[in-house]
């Protein structure tokens, strides 16, 4: 197995940066943590895609550890690519936000 290809929505980076600013309001240390939790799990995805189960259609979710979101991504075995499409929190509705994916 190699390494994956990372293919990333526009709608992640403004997922990022929407959860990031909330954090920040509560705490810098705070926010900082959250962004390199979600570094560290991109990071896995670009080496181990396939352990995380699918959940819908071709879509899968990787948590991010010690915060209420996951990253809604597919990956493609064929062309060891991932893409990555949203950052969801535990409390948004993924049917709202998968109208668009690309």
């Given at each position: 197995m190699g390494v994956y290809k990372l293919i990333f929505a526009s709608d992640f980076f403004e997922d990022l940066e929407k959860a990031a600013q909330y954090y920040e309001e509560i705490s810098i240390e705070i926010e900082y943590r959250f962004r390199v939790a979600v570094?560290?799990?991109?990071k896995l995805l670009k080496e181990n895609p396939l352990v995380k189960s699918i959940r819908y259609d071709d879509v899968r979710f990787a948590r991010v550890e010690n915060f209420r979101y996951a990253i809604h991504y597919s990956a493609d075995e064929i062309n060891l690519e991932v893409s990555i499409f949203r950052l969801l929190s535990d409390y948004q509705n993924p049917d709202k936000y998968w109208q668009k994916r690309w």
């Open positions: 570094n560290d799990q991109v």
